[in-house]
């Protein structure tokens, strides 16, 4: 079946430091990747696509890599702020034929001052 | 408003109650999704509407859901006949159309079932 995984476990990381998400999913073959930050109480910003002819996508201080022999894409924070604490979430199209989006559970990153 | 909109924010309802949930998206967009997050829990898909095509319902979780969207706008879903279970938020999107656009997300309605 397809899954979609991420680090259940929160990541803490000290301000000013990089913080690295990671995602890995099997059984799609997916085009693009989404990634998302969901504050508490509030629903999903849209952050980052990056396609699958893309193996790295910058903006600002946001990294995203798609490595689709790995079948894994990794998110990078860098020069970490409290305000970055947030829950992170990737998220893929499915290659059977429902176009909506489905999304890992999400980690959640807490920035230490 | 520029964003989605979603009302109510929260609502407490009893069991055996049928509930209904608005979304307002955005403009133009032609794509409008729902879904459901439970505490603690990732997105669970229900249902999208692109166009004027028929709904994508794969992810509605038993008959007592259904959703209609008017005029390719506003979106209601319909929880008849709620059950505890259904207590989650319910989350929706829209996007310019159904796939990989980018999808913007309304901060949901807080359903609670006593």
């Known amino acids: 079946s397809q899954k979609i995984e991420q680090n259940s476990e929160a990541l803490n990381i000290q301000e000013g430091k990089t913080a690295t998400l990671t995602c890995n999913y099997t059984n799609y073959s997916p085009a693009y990747l989404q990634w998302y930050r969901q504050d508490p109480g509030r629903g999903p910003v849209f952050l980052l696509l990056?396609?699958?002819?893309?193996k790295e996508k910058r903006k600002e201080r946001l990294k995203v890599t798609f490595d689709t022999t790995l079948k894994q894409s990794l998110f990078h924070i860098t020069a970490s702020q409290p305000a970055d604490s947030a829950t992170y979430l990737c998220a893929l199209v499915s290659d059977t034929g429902r176009r909506a989006l489905t999304f890992g559970s999400g980690t959640r990153l807490q920035v230490q001052p | 408003g520029a964003g989605v909109s979603q009302s109510p924010s929260n609502k407490v309802t009893e069991k055996g109650k049928d509930v209904e949930l608005r979304c307002d998206p955005i403009?133009?967009?032609?794509?409008l999704y729902w879904y459901r997050q439970s505490l603690g829990q990732g997105l669970e898909f229900l249902i999208y509407?692109?166009?004027?095509?028929?709904?994508?319902k794969s992810g509605l979780p038993s008959d007592r859901f259904s959703a209609e969207r008017t005029g390719g706008s506003v979106s209601t879903l319909t929880i008849q006949r709620t059950q505890q279970e259904d207590s989650a938020v319910y989350l929706c999107?829209?996007?310019?159309?159904?796939?990989?656009?980018?999808?913007?997300f309304g901060d949901g309605t807080r359903l609670s079932i006593l």
């Open positions: 403009s133009g967009h032609t794509a």
């Open positions: 509407f692109q166009g004027n095509s028929a709904p994508d």
């Open positions: 999107a829209s996007s310019l159309q159904a796939g990989n656009q980018p999808q913007h």
């Open positions: 990056i396609r699958e002819n893309e």
